[in-house]
């Protein structure tokens, strides 16, 4: 549970306006928020300056079955770089590439499933990341949609984080060995946008290095950004019928550190997420320059960012990071 919670009747509805046909089908005491205008507080993530990957990866796939306080399961769905030729589906079974890889977490939309995002995060893991994926027990696909138990995720997925990154020293555990495990973002739709906001706000995990959040709002989990500086990296389509973009961009602009948001004129809620088109071919780039430069410190991959967002004028890009 966050420490700071708004009103249970007055939560509820803002959350079932804000977020309701999120699907496919379809911690710390707050800080004041800042004044005016934010501004980036660092020009750089706080991992040490590297290089990520320069090839694509194979990709496996494995099914982790968690539960929280023995009452909130959470099966998580992990894509990780895996040994083989790049390309093609994920695979089970395969063994974890050599290397360490930072991880990421990611959380889905009212209704949905992490498969339902498996291209991007495929795309995320080929390009050298270990992506986890929860499925929430409200709010997920086959819940009871109470929407209002967005407001315990964060707590979620900082559990389930906690039991991915001790799969590294897990004997016998395919990924042993193999997580950078403080190398650490967070990243969510709509549902999943509000989770992943809420772990930079009301339920901080200091141990996350950086955020994207695609069509959030802070309904709920609030925007007064706390802890150590992590960049944010914002996706929203400016024809979103579900989440107004005004909205997410209101979150942003609150933002303290380092950010960007990438924009979508023609965008809606989910398209550009959850259909391989050129629109998601410029998200998944986007987003992967910019996991490479926060977890990899690799100061190419910013330079590269503004480029992959311009592709094909279908977005534009404010740009402080």
């Not at 046909?21 to 507080?41: F, I, Y």
């Not at 991880?103 to 498969?115: C, D, K, Q, Y």
């Not at 990924?175 to 772990?199: E, F, N, P, Y």
């Not at 998601?280 to 990899?296: H, K, Q």
Request: proline residues 7%; charged residues 20%.
């Amino acid at each position: 549970m966050l420490r700071s919670r708004t009103p249970a009747l007055v939560a509820a509805a803002l959350l079932t306006v804000g977020l309701a046909g999120c699907s496919t089908d379809a911690a710390p005491a707050p800080r004041s928020a800042p004044a005016g205008p934010p501004k980036a507080t660092t020009p750089a993530p706080r991992v040490p300056a590297g290089h990520a990957p320069t090839e694509s990866f194979a990709v496996g796939v494995r099914q982790l079955t968690l539960n929280r306080g023995g009452d909130r399961a959470l099966p998580v769905t992990v894509w990780y770089p895996a040994e083989g030729a790049a390309g093609g589906a994920a695979k089970r079974g395969v063994r974890a590439a050599d290397g360490r890889f930072p991880v990421v977490m990611f959380s889905h939309g009212l209704g949905a499933r992490p498969e339902d995002y498996q291209v991007l995060l495929a795309r995320w893991a080929a390009a050298g990341f270990v992506v986890a994926a929860p499925r929430f027990p409200h709010t997920g696909a086959g819940g009871d949609g109470n929407v209002l138990d967005v407001l315990n995720q964060p707590a979620d997925v900082s559990y389930v984080l906690t039991r991915v990154l001790a799969l590294d020293a897990e004997a016998g555990d395919p990924l042993k060995g193999r997580l950078a495990t403080d190398r650490v973002a967070a990243a969510g739709h709509s549902a999943g946008g509000v989770t992943t906001i809420g772990l930079f706000t009301a339920g901080r995990d200091e141990r996350l290095d950086a955020g994207v959040v695609f069509a959030g709002t802070g309904l709920g989990v609030g925007t007064a950004f706390a802890g150590a500086a992590a960049p944010q990296l914002f996706v929203h389509g400016e024809a979103d019928e579900v989440v107004n973009y005004a909205a997410g961009k209101a979150v942003y602009d609150a933002v303290p550190w380092p950010k960007a948001m990438l924009s979508l004129p023609k965008g809606d809620h989910g398209r550009a997420l959850l259909t391989d088109g050129k629109a998601l071919r410029v998200v998944s780039d986007t987003t992967v320059e910019f996991l490479r430069w926060t977890l990899y410190g690799d100061a190419a991959a910013k330079e590269r960012l503004p480029a992959d967002a311009a592709r094909g004028n279908l977005a534009t890009l404010d740009d402080h990071l």
